[in-house]
């Protein structure tokens, strides 16, 4: 039984240890494929660094496929695998290439100060509880429109703590960015609410 049970721990501690060590290969990749192009991408806006980004995970993950889908799974198809498995790789990145980390988070704060503010005013049809809460509000003209709560900002309590029910009046500020919907394949743009009030 000992034997047994000690054979086991070796095993997932040899399993453990060859999973880093692809995770440490993908970023590693992924910072050198990254770094090539942080000449180019240094004034660029956040959507291209994303892109350029995902296009080299997209050819890390290419050459580590088989390693890959055995450890999570098949992340093209799978909802959130993908948004997984970038986690986990900027987890590595942060330590292997923190510079390539700070281009990205740079061209994002950029991209967010200039960021463009809209303000929708209607009554909510509904609040949808998912992977984000989907706000579904219909303006004066009839027509309907999901925002989703991504950030934290000042009020977001009283959608975190379901203080607002149907057909409430509200008005809502928010901002547009492209994401990556899985289901679609495709890139989506979404509206994504920066401050939220009761009228």
């Known amino acids: ?8 721990v070796c095993a997932l501690f040899y399993l453990n240890a060859n999973s880093q060590d692809l995770m440490d290969t993908v970023a590693k990749e992924v910072c050198s494929c990254a770094t090539e192009k942080a000449d180019q991408l240094k004034e660029s806006a956040s959507d291209k660094v994303q892109m350029e980004l995902g296009v080299c995970i997209l050819k890390s993950y290419s050459n580590h496929e088989k ?9 093209m198809e799978a909802e959130g695998l993908m948004e997984k498995l970038g986690s986990d790789i900027g987890l590595k990145m942060a330590s292997t290439c923190p510079d390539v980390i700070m281009l990205i988070a740079g061209s994002s704060f950029g ?27 219909k303006d004066t003209s ?17 959608l975190i ?39």
């Open 142 to 158: 009839g027509r309907t429109h999901s925002l989703l709560l991504l950030t934290f900002f000042e009020g977001s309590d009283i």
């Open 67 to 75: 390693e890959l889908t055995a450890k999570y799974g098949n992340v």
């Open 1 to 8: 039984m000992k034997k047994l049970l000690l054979a086991l």
């Open 111 to 137: 991209e967010e100060e200039t960021q463009a503010v809209s303000t929708i005013e209607g009554q909510i049809v509904d609040l949808k509880s998912e992977q984000f809460l989907t706000v579904n509000v």
């Open 161 to 199: 703590e379901n203080k607002l029910k149907k057909n409430d009046k509200v008005s809502i500020e928010y901002w547009e960015q492209e994401f990556y919907d899985i289901k679609a394949k495709d890139f989506r743009l979404y509206k994504v609410i920066q401050g939220i009030k009761k009228i």
